[in-house]
């Protein structure tokens, strides 16, 4: 199983909602990642967890919340977000403790904000 | 990790070989050449990494020239499903660490 699974695929929530973005992988991966892409731009790093504990924050605003309940399980909390928020957020997963690692994808959530 | 410098746009003929150049002049000794591609709304995609040597896999091939600055990667029958943006990624290895994304190319493949 080569496969990151991102749920929801679109989300649709307002400036005052709390919502969660899930993803989970069981290839064993001890690095996560969350990453932000807004349209015809590249990805973005947010933040990346290795052995559940979160490693790289990249300046992310605290209404973006991360948590990595297990080793399988990747979650980013959602609260008070702006429009400009509105994009489409991926999850990765690699190998944490090799000198070289590919990272594996999930197909992303479509976040909108209104 | 050493920045990468790509065109931003190519065309390429079905069926033809597709050469996408990667211009990495910084790179350091213990950095990584990777290459992900991402087709449309989709998420990003692994293709193929090296160091030093030429790689090869199933998809694609990957040329280093002996200073280590600069990379192609060859797809070498294009299909319209390769049209995708190409990213080209200098990281360091070890444990987790940030791929960090510049802006592609975008591989159109014509019929």
């Known amino acids: 199983d080569t496969e990151v699974t991102q749920t929801p695929k679109h989300l649709v929530m307002g400036m005052t909602n709390k919502k969660s973005l899930k993803c989970e992988q069981h290839m064993g991966h001890r690095a996560m990642y969350w990453y932000k892409q807004k349209a015809k731009k590249p990805p973005e790093l947010m933040f990346v967890y290795s052995y559940e504990k979160l490693s790289i924050n990249e300046s992310v605003p605290s209404r973006f919340s991360p948590e990595c309940p297990n080793s399988s399980l990747l979650n980013l909390h959602l609260h008070a977000l702006q429009p400009e928020d509105s994009a489409l957020y991926l999850c990765?997963?690699?190998?944490?403790?090799?000198?070289?690692?590919?990272?594996?994808f999930g197909q992303g959530t479509r976040l909108t904000v209104v | 990790d050493a920045k990468t410098t790509q065109p931003p746009s190519m065309d390429c003929a079905e069926g033809r070989a597709a050469n996408l150049p990667c211009n990495h002049s910084t790179i350091s000794g213990n950095e990584y050449v990777y290459w992900y591609r991402q087709i449309h709304s989709q998420g990003p995609q692994y293709i193929i990494h090296?160091?030093?040597n030429n790689e090869t896999n199933e998809m694609a091939s990957l040329i280093i020239t002996e200073d280590r600055k600069s990379s192609t990667l060859i797809l070498p029958h294009a299909t319209l499903r390769d049209t995708a943006v190409y990213y080209c990624i200098v990281r360091v290895g070890g444990s987790a660490r940030q791929l960090t994304f510049g802006s592609g190319t975008q591989l159109t493949v014509l019929p």
């Open positions: 090296g160091l030093k």
């Open positions: 990765a997963s690699s190998q944490a403790d090799r000198p070289y690692t590919e990272a594996f």
